[in-house]
C-alpha cells in the first residue's frame, strides 16, 4: 500500500457528514470498486456509505490515486488468475438461488443444470471432488538397536505435496542425534 496522508480532508460544499476513513477502509472501498464484482450502490451500502459522502470521496486526489492502483492491479495481466477465480466465485454465488430454483424445477433439463454449476464451482476454486486425499498410505518401524539408540524408517506410499499433486514415492531413516 502507497503511503496514506494523515488527517485527510475532504473539500466542503455542502453539510455533509462524512464518515471518518482509516486507510485500510478507503483501500478496500477503492479495491472493491476496481473489482466491479457488485454494483456501486451494494459497494456502498457494504461501505455505510451515502452516494454524496461517496461523491465527496471521489473527488479527493488522493482517493483517485488509490482507485487508480487498485484499478491496475486487478486488471494486469499477473492477476488474471486470481481475478478469473474470484469473478466465477462471486458469479456462482449469485446465481445460487437461481440453480436452486431451476433445479427444484421439474421443467428443466436437470444435467445441463448441474453442469452448469459444476463449471463455475471448479472455475472458482470451490469444487473439491477430484482432490487426491490429504495423505497417502503410510507407516513407521521403529528398531531399537540398544544402549538407547533407535532407528524410525518412515515411508509414505504415495505422499501427496500441499499443491495436491502425487510426489514420487520416498523412503526416509531418522537416527536420533548422541
Known amino acids: 500500500m502507497p503511503p496514506f496522508p494523515r488527517g485527510l480532508v475532504f473539500p466542503s460544499t455542502a453539510a455533509i457528514a462524512m464518515p471518518a476513513m482509516t486507510a485500510h477502509q478507503m483501500y478496500a472501498l477503492a479495491r472493491e470498486i476496481a473489482m466491479e464484482i457488485n454494483e456501486l450502490s451494494i459497494i456502498l451500502q457494504n461501505n455505510s456509505l451515502t452516494a454524496a459522502q461517496y461523491e465527496r470521496i471521489r473527488e479527493s486526489s488522493t482517493f483517485q490515486k488509490i482507485?487508480?492502483?487498485?484499478?491496475?492491479?486487478?486488471?494486469?495481466?499477473?492477476n488474471t488468475p486470481e481475478r478469473v477465480r474470484i469473478e466465477a466465485a462471486a458469479t456462482f454465488e449469485q446465481l445460487m438461488p437461481t440453480l436452486h430454483a431451476r433445479l427444484m424445477d421439474g421443467k428443466e433439463n436437470l444435467n445441463h443444470v448441474v453442469e452448469g454449476g459444476k463449471l463455475l464451482a471448479k472455475v472458482a476454486g470451490?469444487?473439491?471432488?477430484d482432490r487426491p486425499p490429504d495423505v497417502g498410505e503410510k507407516f513407521i518401524i521403529n528398531i531399537d538397536i540398544g544402549d538407547n539408540q533407535k532407528v524410525a524408517v518412515v515411508h509414505s506410499?504415495?505422499?501427496?505435496?500441499?499443491?495436491?499433486?502425487v510426489l514420487p514415492k520416498l523412503a526416509t531413516i531418522t537416527?536420533?542425534?548422541d
Open 126 to 129: 470451490i469444487d473439491q471432488s
Open 175 to 177: 537416527l536420533p542425534k
Open 67 to 78: 482507485l487508480e492502483v487498485e484499478i491496475q492491479q486487478w486488471t494486469s495481466a499477473k
Open 157 to 165: 506410499a504415495m505422499p501427496i505435496a500441499n499443491d495436491g499433486s
